[in-house]
């Protein structure tokens, strides 16, 4: 038996040579961002967007939470909304959730974008526990119609629309970029990616 990552989320270790290599071979500098879990990289993106924004000297406008492929970031930078990415709509996603509450910005509203999943699995979140982590945050879910999910099949071509129409009543654009000397800094100072 032999040990390999994930399928759908892992890389195998050939990938990181090989992309060392073209590196090298190129002149490129080379980081592997590793974590144990995809939702390791969406609190990278969280953290990254909000350095962005206090360079600018701004606060984000709120919160868009997306899930697996119900996703926009050219909305996060249209609008300057702090991007939280769940990897599904499964506990894992729950508990990471809920391990980033406290971090989003309060008094701001959250856009919340879960993907409909048509799934019963023993893991899927429903709505209410979604919404129980977010009390005390004015939430709102672009495209979709809350009595039917995780079901509502509409969500997929409602949700862009409606998120469209949200950043075009709220344009403060996001300017700046981070350096990959600052992506890496910002990578090493979180504890999910230990350098």
Known sequence: MERHPESEWGGLPELRHACAAFAQENGYRFWALEGEHPADDAG???HAQLTLMRKEGREPQG???????QVNP???????????????GCQDSLDFLRGMVSQLPREKPVLFAPVPS?????????????LAALAGFDVHCPGLN???YPAH?????????????WCAAHPVPLRSHLTPDELNRLAGELATFPT
């Open 146 to 148: 809350v009595r039917h």
């Open 153 to 165: 099949l509409g969500v997929l071509v409602r949700f862009a629309p409606a998120l469209r129409a």
């Open 44 to 46: 990278l993106a969280f």
């Open 63 to 69: 919160t868009l939470i997306d899930c697996f492929t």
């Open 74 to 88: 050219v909305a996060v930078r249209l609008s300057r909304l702090a991007p939280l990415w769940l990897p599904f």
């Open 118 to 130: 048509f799934a019963g699995t023993f893991d899927t979140v429903v709505l209410t526990d979604w």
